[in-house]
């Protein structure tokens, strides 16, 4: 299966590789944020418009889930978090002449990043059955089109409602209801691609499936450790917190294939002596790990825990945890040999985090896609997990789990009951405050998603945000899957490539984003968001709305379930009107959220409860935290192949492409790039700059990712690198991750061939 690349305005042809950068951030980060801003807008919205991110009385920060600082600066954002604000306030529009000039098949052939930048969608447009062009209908008509599809369906679960992580709190939460009566659990997420592994281990260890650590944690900390994780692009103001932790005394150990910038040294454009001098050197060890190596680093680090004496905090284990001795005896037949092919270290540098460990009190594990995205993903984090209960660091100050999200407001999301598969808990406190039976049996994730709209047996999709076929696998199936349902719905800030690819009829649903005042019947609404800290506030748009025609999230599912779901008499009209009333309903029945409304009206908002953090108490089966027996798997491949990991450019906010540089990585003008080691690439006989396709191998067939170029870069050997979405062609829809059913997009077995001459 080959995919043919974009042929549209947008090219590599100007590509040009450069050194990588040795910093990360500085006054060229603060430059290029508003160079970003003002091909967006003008000097008076930009001034306007960046002045308000995460102030309190201004709105969230759309870039990502990483907490404000108690104490917030005036430029409290950072060049990423300007981009990602840029391009929801700009001043470009896709509006009804627009479509008229493109046809459907049109905008298929065009790259993501040409169409995230024609710009804002304005107003209501249908695809009609066997058209071409998308043409504006009525926000009625619409919802009257969606309510007729749907209870046309022989049965609830033929349709799935996708969201993505930006949607707020409130709409959020009236989405999965307005599902549920409906009939289905069908409720996919982005969080089934990105931290679901997270959510899946750390339930089972510690019975929250959230990070147990503040930022004052972080500040506290004797060590961190930060694994598969790239701060300096995804969570560039973490770098500033772990700048502060240093400066109280932490050390840190960065775990990664690739010695991403901000890791290795990091300039704080917030303070004078960051702009001007050399930066602080954050990383005191850097562990250049092979792609899928740390749970084999993890299991190497607890062996010398448990061989060192007196290293082990054995009041925590006997009173708090549970499985200690079959974890330690299993953990006695590890090979080191198959540590040293696992991970590519040494005994010497394992030995040297080993005594940082020893001499730590407190310490936090940090860490995002580079551990989630892999086969053993949830065994990786639980062996995490065993090797912070070993010295007791969960629930004590300055210590514990960080899974550092992605979405602003992901983890928000999911705690308003965004799940296929839900608790009982939650199920109940649903029909207790709204009176009907909601479903019980488990619905579809994204990856059961796909496979049930190519077999046909889901019909309706519908996608709160998001882009979902370029954030899924497998492209080609996922794009045959949506070309066969009956209708498509897209509620969506900015055209992307899921307006392109559609069923037999299609809906584009234009919704206001943060940046945008929110004015309803009782007047201008604010909505709430939950950081990766599980902090809980307001976020509060100023602009002037993109166009008069676009509708709040949360309008547009109150329109949709009006009309869907009438015999559940719900009073849809005034959810929309005053947004206080849905923060009422959420009160009664989400924990944690009792007296919302007066709660998140104070200046920093609320702290949801956290047992392990709070208490050390674990809700888990066995009533205490977890220790696991997690089997050693090398990851090997055949000869001539390598591990290819899928990551983010310093220019893209997932499937929105920003613009064609990688600063940090040397990369400027183009995106289809391979980052390969230079003694592989002459073990393979390739030379730096060459064209080659990317082509990976699995029992079901191989898949062609044609046409990259070829970067000699300073990777783990037997590694390599390129980007998502172009390279989402490469990864098998079945190649998911055991329990949590991830798609495996950080470690995609490849070969590199040459590509034929053009
Ligand atoms: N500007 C910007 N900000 C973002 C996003 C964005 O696209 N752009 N996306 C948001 C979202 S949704 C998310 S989930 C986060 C993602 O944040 P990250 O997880 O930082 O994103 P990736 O680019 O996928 O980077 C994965 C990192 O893990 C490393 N890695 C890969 N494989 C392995 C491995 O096997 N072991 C180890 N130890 N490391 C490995 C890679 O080299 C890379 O540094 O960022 C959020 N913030
Ligand atoms: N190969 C590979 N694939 C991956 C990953 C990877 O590392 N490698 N990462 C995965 C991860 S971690 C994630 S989270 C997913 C991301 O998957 P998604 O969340 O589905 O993708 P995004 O690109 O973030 O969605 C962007 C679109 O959201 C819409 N949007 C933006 N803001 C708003 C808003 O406020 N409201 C509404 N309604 N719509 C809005 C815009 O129309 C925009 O085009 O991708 C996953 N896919
Ligand atoms: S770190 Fe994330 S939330 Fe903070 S300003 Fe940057 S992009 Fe926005
Ligand atoms: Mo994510």
Known sequence: MVTTPPADDVDDRGLVVGPAKQYAAGIPAVLQSLRHASRQMSAGRTLLTLARVNQKDGFDCPGCAWPDPQHRNSAEFCENG????????????????????????????????????????????????????????????????IASELAALDDPNEASFYTSGRTSNEAAFLYQLFVRAFGTNNLPDCSNMCHESSGSALVETLGVGKGSVSLEDLYRADLIFVVGQNPGTNHPRMLSALQ????????????????????????????????????????????????????????????????????????????????????????????????????????????????????????????????????????????????????????????GVCPVRGHSNVQGDRTMGIYEKPAADFLDALANEFGFDPPRAHGHDVVETIRAMRDGTVKV????????????????????????????????????????????????????????ADLQASGPQFVTVEDSMSAVHASRGHLRPASPQLRSEVAIVCGIAERTVPGLDLPWTSFSADYDTIRDRISRVVPGFEGFNERVRTADGFVLPHGPRDARM?????????????????????????????????????????????????????????????????????ADGDQVDLISEYADGERVAPGFRVVAYDTARGCCAAYFPETNVLVPLDNTAQISNTPVSKSVVIRLQRSPAH
């Open 618 to 686: 674990f809700p888990t089966v066995t009533g205490k935290a977890n220790f696991t027996v997690n089997p050693l798997e090398v990851l090997r491949v055949g000869p001539g192949r390598l591990l290819l990991q899928t990551l983010r450019s310093h220019d893209q906010y997932n499937t929105t492409i920003y613009g064609l540089d990688d600063r940090y990585r040397g990369i400027r003008a183009g995106r289809r790039v391979v980052f390969v080691h230079p003694s592989d690439l002459a073990a393979l006989d390739i």
């Open 461 to 516: 999709f519908m996608g709160l945000g998001g882009n979902f076929v370029s954030a899924t696998p497998d492209t080609a199936v996922t794009e045959a899957a949506l070309r066969g349902t009956r209708l498509t719905v897209q509620i969506s800030t900015k055209l992307n490539r899921s307006h392109a690819v559609t069923g037999g009829r299609a809906l584009i649903l234009p919704t206001l984003g943060r940046t945008e």
């Open 82 to 145: 300007a981009k990602a604000v840029a391009e929801e306030a700009t001043q470009r529009r896709v509006d009804a002449a627009f479509f008229a000039r493109h046809s459907v098949t049109d905008l298929a052939t065009r790259s993501d990043y040409w169409l995230g930048q024609r710009g804002r969608l304005t107003e209501p447009m249908l695809l009609a059955a066997g058209r071409q062009h998308y043409e504006p209908i009525s926000w009625d008509a619409a919802f009257d089109l």
């Open 244 to 399: 502060k932790a240093k400066a109280a005394g932490a050390a840190i150990v960065a775990v990664n294939p690739l010695p991403e910038a901000g890791l290795l040294r990091f300039k704080n454009p917030q303070k004078a002596s960051g702009i001007i001098g050399n930066g602080t050197v954050l990383a005191d060890e850097f562990a250049q790990i092979r792609i899928n190596g740390d749970l084999a680093l993890f299991q190497a680090l607890n062996r010398l825990l448990l061989e060192t004496e007196d290293a082990l905090d054995d009041d925590f284990i006997a009173e708090h945890t549970h499985g200690f001795l079959a974890f330690a005896a299993a953990n006695r037949s590890l090979d080191w040999d198959d540590v040293f092919e696992a991970t590519g270290l040494g005994r010497a540098l394992i030995e040297r985090i080993h005594q940082r460990v020893l001499a730590s009190e407190r310490i936090v594990v940090c860490w995002a896609m580079g551990l989630t995205q892999h086969k053993n993903s949830v065994p990786t984090i639980r062996e995490v997990v065993n090797f912070l209960l070993l010295r007791g660091n969960v629930g004590r100050p300055g210590a």
